[in-house]
Every structure is written in C-alpha cells, then in structure tokens.
C-alpha cells in the first residue's frame, strides 16, 4: 500500500517542478521578483485544482503538471510576460482560467470517461486507491490555493526617495 505521504510528496515534487520551471523561464534576470511574486504564483498554478473539484473530477499529479507547463510553454511562445512585470502572477492566472474556459469541456469529457476508468481498473488492482490519492492530492492544492486566496496583500513598499504619511 503507497502512503499518502508518498503522494503528498509526488504533489509537492510536480508543483515545486512548476515553480521552478516559471522562475527559469520567466523570473532568471530578476531573482527578487520571484521571491515576491512566489506566492501569488502558487495562487495560480493551484487554481486549477479548485475548478476540477468543483467538476468532481481528479487527475494524477504528472497529469495536473502536464497540463500547467502545457499553459506556460504556450505562455511564452505567444505571450509577452516581460510587458506583465509586477502582474504576471495576474497574467498566469488569467491565462490558465481562459484556457479551462475555453478547453473545459474536452478535458472533462477526457477525465470523466469510461475508458480512462477502464484502462487504470485493468491495469491496477488498486485502482481505488489510486482514485482517493489523486483525490486527496487535488484537496491539498485546493486547500493551498484558498488559504492563498484569503491571504491579506502585504503593503507594498514604497521608493527610498519618497517621504512616508508618518
């Protein structure tokens, strides 16, 4: 039997890979700015999470990783995040929530069909299990990203050369 810490781990592995692949590939000039927009890119590559449970669906975390660096290649293909500076957390979001709005409906018709649920029950006899882990992964993102979203915004600092109201 695979513990759900072994899952959790699998879990942190594919978003701690996403984050890095977003500070590489967007955030490698500007290290500070990566430091300050972490969290606020958790918010993001998370949401995902909260609108395939409220569909009821799950999906293994190589899955949910695929689907999100599918979004970040196409990101800087044909995006330009550099225009985005302090707001491509913002632009990350937006891009993800366009794109499940968008392809919504064939991803749920992919995980909600019966071959999917086929090929996993003939290749493993474990198949529940791996259901409720894939279940309790997807829960631990969506805790993550609504803990997130509650998170009051820090004051931001002001200029050096500009005087305070105090």
Known sequence: MISTARGD??????????LLALRLRFYAQRPADYRRDRPRLLHALTWPATWLEA????????????LI????????????????????PAYLLKCLQDWFDR???DLYGELKHIRNALDQLLASARFAERVQRHSRQLDLLVS???LLARRPARPSDHAADQLTLF
């Open 55 to 66: 569909r009821g669906l799950t999906c293994a975390p190589s899955r949910y990783q695929t």
């Open 144 to 146: 993550t990203h609504r």
């Open 69 to 88: 660096e599918e979004r970040i290649h196409a990101i800087a293909a044909h995006g330009n995040p550099a225009v985005y500076g302090a707001y491509f």
């Open 103 to 105: 392809h919504g409906d």
């Open 9 to 18: 781990d699998a879990l942190i592995a594919a978003t701690d890979a996403l």
